[in-house]
């Protein structure tokens, strides 16, 4: 029966447009973003045409703790709550899994597609959330070459560090540490250098005691600004005489949080201006 021949054809075909409009609907970039986070601020702002960005977060305006500052102009710049997304209804939502849970449920619920990205704490993470960012902005080479980027500053890195196992303890305001499980820890193990906050049990981060690092005694410590005046307490730690005495300025690496804070383009700078401080840092035993 021709009739019921010519049918069969017909409907594997009807069947094959069914299982292939999701897939179409997938490749298709958003035209219209909008990101709740610092992180996803910048890797949106790096990789994505400007007129798909619908809106960006307060944070990524400030040049102390955003890397892209600079570029922000003339973009929207959100307060991040729920009903400014509502009002611009873009096509998708970028955001931390820290931005408030409360907003990003009810984005979800009123049917506007989110992403949530964890805050990258490895290489790896910051790669894949790079080469994601590229196919949400149609980018994907422009994406590998920011992560070739990457990988030729860990070559700089790894060339420029000392074969000796360095200790550097990260040393921020109050005596808060980053701890072993972190993006700073592990840029440091690319360097072959050695978190000291490990000896110190803190895998996550936390807070020391002068009196520890005192005792821990690292070859170097790792600030995110040089802190010439105690302008506060938080800073007046960073500035006590007996950590003057132990690390003058040759073992004061200084990396600004702005280059560590998140994972994305501005690992390559930290790593860069990481390599030529260690190039020029001894034991403490070669004193």
Known sequence: MPGRDQAVPRCLAALAMLLAAPVAA??????????????????????????RIAGLSPFV?????????????GLPILSGTAEEVMVIRPDLVVSGTFTKRATREFIRRQGIPIEEFPPARTLAETRAQIARFGE??????????RIGEIDLAIRELRAAASPGKLRILPLARRGWVSGADS????????????????????????MVRLEQVIALRPDAILLAGEDDHPEDQGRAMLLHPALQAMFPAERRLVVPE???VCGGPMLGEAMRSLARQVSRLKPRDAD
């Open 26 to 51: 997938q490749d298709r970039q958003p035209e219209r973003v909008v990101s709740l986070n610092l992180c996803t601020d910048q890797l949106l702002l790096d990789l994505a045409p400007r007129e």
């Open 136 to 145: 949400i902005a149609g980018a994907r080479e422009k994406a590998a070459i």
């Open 61 to 73: 305006a400030d040049a102390a703790q955003s890397f892209l500052a600079g570029r922000v102009q």
């Open 183 to 206: 993006l700073i820890s592990e840029l440091l193990a690319e360097a072959g250098l050695v978190n000291a906050a490990g000896e110190l049990g803190l895998a996550a981060g936390g």
């Open 258 to 260: 702005r280059l560590t």
